[in-house]
């Protein structure tokens, strides 16, 4: 098992719509969550971060954390073009001494007009 | 801040060349990271260094894959000999942060072995 997962994607969804990209993590230890996006060519970058149980909104991002379940995921209301991108969960997983960001593979997402 | 500084942006050689592949972190950022991203494998960290020492080198596919960082603001990933296999965007990230939470990219080299 993957330590890190997400639905494989893609994802296609109209203008104005809400996306909902979903993560789960092997790691019960695993505390701090962030979602990162990578428009195509580009370099990965932090969009949201979350380390409690429940919803984090900033904008038009929600991120949701379900610790019991092993679950994050991440809603994207009324979608616009420029959101089409990859979205890579990732997860801190600690080895004996230390912890290290670990990615998942990402979802594609295209927000079609 | 110019922010992660990272060269060459492409990168084409051939099987069996030595490959330098180099990274400036920014300013004040203890933490660097080297990443390798492919579309089979997607992002895998591959070294990450704590003010300049190695803290883990588990994900280094093998011995042809070394990395340095001799200072706070320079690092290299080599490649010696490359293969066609290694072919793959390498990024480089730094962080404040000790797990290094918040990672900010490099804009990543293009690295075509033929």
């Known amino acids: 098992q993957k330590e890190v997962e997400q639905n494989s994607g893609p994802l296609s969804v109209p203008e104005g719509a809400i996306a909902s990209l979903n993560c789960t993590y092997s790691?019960?230890?695993?505390?701090?969550f962030f979602w990162y996006r990578q428009y195509s060519g580009k370099s990965p970058e932090l969009i949201m971060s979350?380390?409690?149980?429940g919803d984090k909104e900033d904008g038009r991002f929600t991120a949701q954390l379900n610790k019991a379940s092993q679950y994050v995921s991440l809603l994207i209301r009324d979608s616009q073009p420029s959101d089409s991108a990859t979205y890579l969960c990732?997860?801190?997983?600690?080895?004996?001494?230390?912890?290290?960001?670990?990615f998942g593979q990402g979802t594609i997402l295209t927000v079609h007009p | 801040d110019a922010g992660v500084i990272q060269s060459p942006r492409h990168e084409v050689t051939e099987m069996g060349q030595e490959v330098t592949l180099r990274c400036k972190p920014i300013?004040?950022?203890?933490?660097l990271f080297w990443y390798r991203q492919t579309m089979m494998r997607g992002l895998e960290l591959l070294i990450y260094?704590?003010?300049?020492?190695?803290?883990?080198d588990s994900g280094m596919p093998e011995d042809r894959f070394s990395a340095k960082m001799p200072n706070a603001s320079f690092s290299t990933l080599k490649i010696q000999p490359s293969e066609p296999r290694d072919s793959a965007v390498y990024f480089c990230?730094?962080?404040?942060?000790?797990?290094?939470?918040?990672?900010?990219f490099g804009p990543g080299t293009r690295l075509l072995v033929l």
């Open positions: 990230a730094s962080s404040p942060d000790p797990q290094g939470e918040t990672q900010y």
């Open positions: 790691d019960r230890g695993s505390q701090s």
């Open positions: 979350i380390y409690s149980n």
């Open positions: 990732a997860v801190i997983t600690w080895g004996t001494s230390y912890g290290k960001l670990t």
């Open positions: 300013s004040g950022h203890d933490y």
């Open positions: 260094f704590n003010n300049n020492v190695p803290i883990d």
